[in-house]
T-cell receptor
Framework: GNSVTQMEGPVTLSEEAFLTINCTYT??????LFWYVQYPGEGLQLLLK?????DKGSNKGFEATYRKETTSFHLEKGSVQVSDSAVYFC?????????????FGQGTILTVHP | EPEVTQTPSHQVTQMGQEVILRCVPI?????FYWYRQILGQKVEFLVS????????KSEIFDDQFSVERPDGSNFTLKIRSTKLEDSAMYFC??????????????FGEGSRLTVL
């Protein structure tokens, strides 16, 4: 079956530190990959996506590259801000599935201190 | 900016009671979903709904669960006889038909259900 594994959290960083949140996946076919973010008191929202191997998704200074050879989609940001404190979810949409049936990782809580 | 809204934000109920969680999806969206997250576990797909019928459901979505779009705006999840293990955060989501297989869902803030 399809599955997504994220690095264990929580992650605590100082402002301007470099962020990496690891994500690996198992899927049949050619999945699309996503990072969703949930800020306090809000719903999950799409942060970035990549639909094929070697694609790089980017948004708000965050980046992730779809690596088929390592089945990974690690999230990175060069300099985090306090406002980046949130829960980050890696997810996949398997090829051939119905629209919107996402498989999520367990989420990683990020806290950024001033 | 349009958003998905869910009510209640938190509901506490006794085991065996019926619960209805409500969602108002974004108005021009046509696909609707329920996901849930048990504390400390992954967000899990429950059901997708399109054109007034279920298009796909997970094995979690057994006969105790049902969904309905009773009017043009609401989308509800009913749990007929709640169990302790139904305690979770329930997320409603929607997307546009034109979004195709983009995977970009628009989520509500969630409804936390606590079964005692």
């Amino acid at each position: 079956g399809n599955s997504v594994t994220q690095m264990e959290g929580p992650v605590t960083l100082s402002e301007e530190a470099f962020l990496t949140i690891n994500c690996t996946y198992t899927a049949t076919g050619y999945p699309s990959l996503f990072w969703y973010v949930q800020y306090p008191g809000e719903g999950l929202q799409l942060l970035l996506k990549a639909t094929k191997a070697d694609d790089k998704g980017s948004n708000k200074g965050f980046e992730a590259t779809y690596r088929k050879e390592t089945t990974s989609f690690h999230l990175e940001k060069g300099s985090v801000q306090v406002s980046d404190s949130a829960v980050y979810f890696c997810a996949l949409l398997a090829g051939g599935t119905s629209y919107g049936k996402l498989t999520f990782g367990q989420g990683t809580i990020l806290t950024v201190h001033p | 900016e349009p958003e998905v809204t869910q009510t209640p934000s938190h509901q506490v109920t006794q085991m065996g009671q019926e619960v209805i969680l409500r969602c108002v999806p974004i108005s021009n969206h046509l696909y609707f979903y329920w996901y849930r997250q048990i504390l400390g576990q992954k967000v899990e797909f429950l059901v997708s709904f399109y054109n007034n019928e279920i298009s796909e459901k997970s094995e979690i979505f057994d006969d105790q669960f049902s969904v309905e779009r009773p009017d043009g705006s609401n989308f509800t999840l009913k749990i007929r006889s709640t169990k302790l293990e139904d305690s979770a955060m329930y997320f409603c989501a929607s997307n546009r038909l034109a979004g195709g297989r983009t995977g970009e869902l628009f989520f509500g803030e969630g409804s936390r259900l606590t079964v005692l």
